[in-house]
């Protein structure tokens, strides 16, 4: 392998290492929000740090193969992929964290059951996951066939985050008193919504990265 | 305004270029890229038929610009040449002042008189970017310039014959990066008057200075694409095998 393959296939480790780390943050958030775990939750927003290392490390080695390297075509591609998708990922980690924060605030009471049910929320945070996991295996396998059916996950987000709100305003009406946990519930919500607009945009670089095609808003005119 | 059609060379047996079809449009730059041997600079001389000075040179096809064709029996070499004009690798101005170097095409094709060649001279070391640096010692020998200035003075000489088209075999690559980056600036600036083609080994050269790129191997054209689309995102996997380093 010539050094500088041996320099793409590093930056390639240090973000399949972030993204490893951002899809377990994910997951412990909604382990931490769906039981009231505070301790796990806590967990979470301590290694919100290292997130943020590898944006940084990722930013600055990506740069430097643009510096020395001055990479065309496919390496071009992936070196531009790669500074959004880190930037991208950093943000996930931050709602991950931001959702362990309303956990932690929270001290351990739950929303109630029922409206995490109604609102879907388990369900929600299972595609995300799952939208997640499977834009990592289309970059490590350079297969963009999935990105189809990634995508169309995010239309199932969006329908979810635009139903809460009837939902949601049917259960305030039936408990006032749940009008604060009813507010950050909604927060939550929105949070995940904007995570699943997130895994678009992963997508989005991963095929412009694998297929030099740009999808984003429609592609070029 | 260059049109090559089914062009086929040989030196003796050797196949050097096969079916090459290729359009430049006139004021453009187009760089010609690929490995040492592929058949780039035999393809660039085909256009000012310096490939005839080569015994055992056998050609097919139709190689036309602005719709004659140049190798036609009928078309003459000599008004080819005025019309081509030609940068080499290595500076080579002649043996003479500077201002001589510019003049000497115009005064061998007895291009006008002693007036229309001073002001030639001028127009063309300015055209070159070279008249500020010099215009205090054209008497000088052209031996006295950097190797950078020896290149622009060699530009401006091409330039004085007033040629449409302009040929530049690797123009840069025994210069040093400023004198590159006035090369390059200049290759810019020119190609509002003329067609330029360059044959480069610098990859980021071709990709800083031309509109259109042709990348060659094994004497075939593999790809010829516009310069931007074949550096983010080249057609042929040979291309991007090459323009990434991953070739061989």
Known sequence: MKHTEKELQSLKDEVNQMWKLVLSQLEKAKQAFLSGDVDLAREIASREKRVDAFELKIDSDCENYIALYSPVAVDLRLVLSFIKISITLERIADFAESIARLVIEEDGNKIDSQLIEELQLEKMFDTLLSMLSDSFVALESENTKIAGKIMAKDDEIDTMFLNSFAILTTYLQANPAAIQSGLKTLLLVRKLERIGDHCNNIVEEIVFYVDAKVLKHGGKK | ?248
């Not at chain 2, 060699?154 to 040629?163: F, K, N």
């Open chain 2, 1 to 248: 305004m260059i049109e090559t059609k089914n062009i086929d060379f040989y030196y003796g047996n050797f196949h050097a270029l096969k079916n090459i079809n290729m359009k430049i449009g006139k004021n453009t730059v187009t760089a010609f890229i690929g490995p040492s041997g592929c058949g780039k600079s035999t393809f660039l001389r085909l256009f000012n038929r310096m490939n005839d000075l080569i015994d055992g040179t056998r050609l097919t096809g139709e190689c036309a610009i602005a719709g004659r064709d140049i190798y036609h029996k009928s078309f003459p070499v000599d008004e080819l040449r005025k019309k081509v004009g030609m940068v080499f690798q290595k500076p080579n101005p002649f043996p003479k002042s500077i201002f001589e170097n510019v003049a000497y095409g115009l005064r061998v094709n007895s291009m006008g008189d002693k007036s229309f060649i001073i002001a030639k001279v001028e127009e063309s070391l300015k055209a070159a970017a070279l008249w500020e640096e010099v215009k205090d010692k054209l008497k000088k020998s052209a031996f006295e310039l950097s190797g950078g200035q020896q290149q622009r003075l060699c530009i401006a000489r091409a330039l004085a014959i007033s040629p449409s088209i302009l040929l530049m075999d690797e123009p840069a690559s025994a210069l040093d990066p400023i004198s590159t980056s006035k090369i390059e600036e200049l290759i810019y600036s020119l190609k509002e008057n003329y067609t330029i083609i360059i044959v480069t080994h610098n990859m980021q050269q071709a990709a800083r200075v031309s509109d259109k790129t042709g990348f060659f191997m094994l004497g075939e054209l593999v790809e010829y694409n516009d310069t931007k689309k074949m550096f983010l995102s080249p057609e042929k996997e040979q291309t991007q095998n090459y323009i990434t380093g991953r070739f061989g």
